[in-house]
């Protein structure tokens, strides 16, 4: 089982979860309203220091951005296509800097914490009898602990195809990843059930006993 | 704590898991003995309701382990047979403290709780290690200890010296031993189970044997040759 978080003492770090989904939240609201190229390259070249005090790494920051990276650069190749190319630059610094600020935030924030954090924000939620507090914080905690565990598999299936010689094709790479996650997340969910993580409820004593 | 099996009996698709049956548990060490596919797995699974009786009904104290499986999970605790299986979050201090979540305890008690449970079982320099890290005794122990923490009465270990070296099997036999709680282990590892109160043999989904170790183990020996 592998962790996005990384273990550390940069200003991230030591900052609590609280503040930085709530700085983070902010920030995307103003990266959206903003549409100045130049003022979000200098959002970008920010955005790139502060991930670069977490202390990652180059090479290891690169396995772990470039899937998004490509996306964000296929977006933009559209938005190209579609818009003009100052359109297009916003779009990619756009989001380039949202990517690499949830990523700082993700590498220096335990899961622990996110679950505290989200479930305490669910609470309003649970007061109205909408949802239970905690199951939020459990699955938005779930999701960030299964990113790396599925990359993982994906290479460990890539591994399996050419240990054997096999081309990696992507339906024979796609079926045992999508078998291996449900299997995966049906031990998660009996992991659950077993530990009691998910509480119980008010219970009556059997009448026959 | 008494566990009470009525009748119950659990099968999946047609197929017979385990044949209904009859009896009580109440001792203080309990194991669980039998051929790959017997049966012992889907048994204990019904304790604690993982596995729903398809037949009859399974009460622990009085509560049903499938209308009140919430309630009977809090009594009872399950370690897989894959402690990995049941470590759900990456840093093993986060982990053991998610049990505790729903609980709403100030995060100094849970903090407390944790260290605690961590000095139990000796394991505390492993508090902020990743779980990949950890060998396979560690990890064991670490799995006992993310269902220990909510204090159940009862724990039942699927085979817990599976796959481990001589030193980590030591480790955790010792530890077994040296639980508080009410144990029930399923296990190859007959040397495990020898000094226990009471053992039952499953056989082809059957109880084949319910009796001392001495008598069952002699028993599962003629079934095996």
């Known amino acids: ?209 | 704590m008494q566990i009470h099996f009525e009748q119950a009996g659990a099968s999946f698709e047609g197929r017979v898991a385990v044949e209904p049956l009859t009896l009580s548990l109440t001792e203080r060490r309990i194991g669980i003995i039998g051929l790959n596919g017997s049966g012992k797995t889907t048994f204990a699974r019904m304790i604690n309701g993982l596995v729903k009786p398809t037949q009859g009904r399974v009460t622990v104290d009085g509560f049903d382990s499938a209308s009140d499986g919430e309630t009977v999970r809090a009594k009872v605790g399950f370690i897989f047979q894959n402690p990995q299986n049941q470590i759900i979050l990456p840093i093993l201090h986060e982990d053991i403290a998610l049990g505790l979540k729903n609980r709403r305890l100030p995060r100094h008690a849970v903090d407390a709780a944790v260290d605690g449970i961590l000095r139990r079982f000796g394991i505390e320099r492993l508090s902020g290690r990743r779980v990949h890290e950890l060998s396979g005794g560690e990890l064991q122990l670490a799995a006992l200890a993310s269902v220990l923490v909510t204090e159940p009465e009862v724990v039942i270990l699927d085979e817990p010296t599976n796959q481990l070296d001589l030193r980590n099997r030591a480790l955790v036999e010792k530890t077994v031993h040296g639980l508080d709680e009410m144990a029930i282990v399923i296990s190859h590892d007959l040397d495990l189970i020898r000094d226990f109160d009471r053992v039952l043999l499953f056989h082809e989904g059957r109880l084949a044997a319910d009796d001392a170790p001495s008598q069952v183990i002699a028993r599962y020996r003629e079934l095996a040759a």
Request: charged share 20%.
């Open chain 1, 1 to 209: 089982m592998n962790t996005l978080y990384v273990t550390g003492n940069s200003l991230l770090h030591r900052l609590s979860a609280r503040a930085k989904l709530i700085a983070l939240a902010a920030t995307g609201i103003a990266l959206i309203v903003l549409a100045s190229p130049l003022l979000l390259g200098i959002s970008t070249l920010a955005a790139l220091a502060l991930y670069a005090s977490v202390g990652i790494g180059w090479r290891q920051s690169w396995l772990r951005l470039r899937p998004v990276f490509v996306t964000i650069f296929v977006v933009a190749i559209f938005a190209l296509l579609v818009n003009s190319p100052e359109e297009a630059a916003v779009t990619l610094l756009r989001l380039t800097t949202l990517v690499l600020l949830a990523a700082a935030v993700t590498a220096t924030t335990g899961i622990g914490e996110f679950v505290d954090e989200i479930t305490l924000a669910a609470r309003p939620l649970e007061r109205l009898g909408l949802v239970r507090a905690s199951d939020i914080g459990l699955a938005v905690g779930l999701v960030i602990r299964f990113v790396p565990e599925v990359l993982g598999r994906y290479q460990a299936i890539r591994d399996a195809h050419e240990a054997r010689g096999l081309k990696a094709r992507p339906l024979t790479l796609a079926v045992p990843l999508i078998i291996l996650t449900l299997k995966n997340a049906d031990d998660i969910a009996a992991a659950i059930d077993a530990r009691g993580i998910r509480g119980h409820k008010p219970a009556r004593r059997s009448k026959e006993r």
